[in-house]
Each structure stands twice: as structure tokens, then as C-alpha cells.
């Protein structure tokens, strides 16, 4: 049997993730969702997530000092994380992306091309090859 994708969501908005949720289900991922940035950290070092979707502006840990956490005290450099945030300052974009985040997407994006951004970070695998 095939290991489906896994996408670890990490945002304190729980009506979204159990919205980023369905989405990504219904898309041949296997999403694992935390509502906070501790609990995402947690989460992330046990589920060994392919891709991470990342919300910045959360209360107590906020985004950017996940993705620090995740990037530099972990160790997990090779897994991409993908900024997901409603907060549209440029200053921030650019602190996110020099804490190791791979790309920055405003929310109000449709789910489908959230997916497919996640998507477009999992390697497929090469033809003929077993």
C-alpha cells in the first residue's frame, strides 16, 4: 500500500483547519492540523509531516518563530513550509521567508489552489522507476 502525502496545518482558527482539512482529504493528502504553534511543534517532530502549512499572526507562539523552531532547533531543513496568513505587510513576508518558510500565500485564496501549492512541493515519483 502507497504512504499518502502528509500535510501538517497549523493555525488557531479551528473552523479553517477543519476546512483546510476536508480540502485536503478529498485530495489524496493526509492532513494533521494543530491549533496552536506548540502543539504544531509537537506534532511536527512525531507525524514527520511532507509539507507544512503555517499560519503567521497566533497567539502565544506566533508563525515565525515556529518556523525558526522548526527550521533551526529541529533540524528539519529539506521539509517545505508554506506561510499561510490574512496579515499583508510586506516587512512580515519578508521575515517569514528569511525564518526558512518556502512561500508566503495570503488567506481568501481558493482551498483548491492552497492544495495545489502543497502539491507542487511533494516530489512525484519518477516513471519507471520501482
Known amino acids: 500500500m502507497e504512504r499518502k502525502p502528509k500535510v501538517l496545518l497549523i493555525d488557531d482558527d479551528e473552523q479553517l483547519l477543519k ?5 485536503f482529504s478529498n485530495s489524496g493528502l493526509v ?13 511536527f517532530a512525531s507525524e514527520k509531516p511532507d509539507v507544512v502549512v503555517l499560519d503567521i499572526m497566533m497567539p502565544e507562539m ?4 515556529v518556523c525558526r523552531i522548526l527550521r533551526a532547533k ?3 531543513r529539506a521539509v517545505p513550509i508554506i506561510a499561510f496568513t490574512a496579515y499583508n505587510k510586506e ?13 508566503f500565500l495570503l488567506k481568501g485564496i481558493d482551498m483548491g489552489t492552497l492544495v495545489q501549492h502543497v502539491k507542487s512541493f511533494i516530489p512525484t515519483e519518477v516513471p519507471g522507476v520501482p
Open 19 to 23: 476546512l483546510m482539512k476536508i480540502y
Open 31 to 43: 492532513p494533521v492540523t494543530a491549533c496552536s504553534g506548540k502543539k504544531g511543534i509537537k506534532l
Open 62 to 65: 506566533n508563525g515565525i518563530d
Open 74 to 76: 529541529m533540524g528539519f
Open 91 to 103: 516587512e512580515i513576508k519578508k521575515e517569514i521567508l528569511e525564518a526558512g518558510a518556502s512561500l
